[in-house]
């Protein structure tokens, strides 16, 4: 693990940065906060819910109901077994992961409602950029969810499904979740041939960079004691034609989730709105 920052925002909401960071460790640290925070809860404490930005080392996890025959080759890279939903997946360099490490029954959300969050603020983030990035021919992409597959997809303006570029898997333990999603943005995707992603066999990973050209920023160039990673919830990250940083990506995602953690974002309850 290279890097790792913490912020408080308004002691209600705690965000942490993690760089290279490895799977199990980080998982075993999600694990024992979501079990101190419940201890806490049955005393009567409140505790701040959590939000950790992460860009794991390279690494195949499988879900509650993964099953291995979805592992279609043999690489270097490990194959870890977790306790989130879902099947297999890939997490590593240029894909951004956040967990969320929060108190459902706080905000009165239902598991229903936090994957609903979870897709709709991917939707919004991508959405935003894609619309003021159209490819060289003017032509314009958007990102929506599934009803009958968890995750983020791309679709052309001719409705046509393009692929898959952002998974989602949680885990509950007395209302408590941990575990998040994954936004692919500038990562290597032959990672994925040696898997069928979510168990879905032929399903095509998109990123980010093959729509928008995306400037890589290392977090470590950063300045970690400072707010640079948690944007003040007020302002919004303003997105503007030509290239735009991981970065930014990275500042318009947090400050979506902030806002609906806060209440300021409500769901949109239609199953056929696009954006």
């Given amino acids: 693990m290279n890097s790792t920052a913490q912020n408080t925002l308004e002691d209600t909401l705690i965000v942490r ?13 999600m694990l024992q906060k979501t079990l101190a925070r419940i201890d806490k809860k049955k005393q009567g404490i409140t505790t701040p819910d959590e939000l950790w930005i992460v860009e ?15 592992i279609l080759q043999q690489t270097n890279t490990p ?3 977790t306790d989130r939903g879902g099947q297999v997946t890939w997490h590593g360099m240029g894909q951004l992961v956040i967990y969320w490490l929060i108190d459902l029954n706080t905000l009165g959300w239902s598991v229903r409602d936090l994957v609903s ?14 619309q003021s990035h159209p490819d060289a021919n003017g032509h314009t992409f958007y990102a929506k969810a599934r009803q009958d597959a968890p ?49 879905y066999a032929g ?22 004691t ?10 919004k990250v303003d997105i503007v034609a030509g290239s735009i940083t991981e970065l930014q990506t990275t500042h318009d995602l947090l400050h979506n989730i902030m806002q609906r953690e806060a209440g300021n974002i409500t769901l949109r309850r239609s199953p056929d709105s696009k954006r």
């Fill in 17 to 29: 940065t993690l760089i290279g960071a490895d799977y199990e460790i980080t998982h075993s640290e």
């Fill in 56 to 70: 794991h080392n390279d690494v195949y996890t499988l879900g509650q109901a993964g099953k291995k025959e979805h």
């Fill in 79 to 81: 194959i870890i077994q």
């Fill in 117 to 130: 969050h979870a897709e709709q603020s991917i939707e919004d983030v991508l959405n935003r950029t894609l």
């Fill in 151 to 199: 995750g983020v997809y791309i679709y052309n303006q001719d409705d046509l499904m393009l692929g898959k570029i952002a998974s989602l898997g949680f885990k509950i333990k007395h209302g408590f979740s941990y575990h998040g999603i994954a936004l692919n943005l500038t990562c290597d995707l032959n990672a994925f041939n040696a898997i069928n992603p979510c168990g």
């Fill in 203 to 224: 399903m095509q990973m998109l990123r980010l960079a093959d729509f928008v050209s995306l400037d890589k920023v290392s977090p470590e160039s950063a300045d970690e």
């Fill in 226 to 235: 400072s707010n640079d990673l948690q944007p003040n919830p007020s302002q």
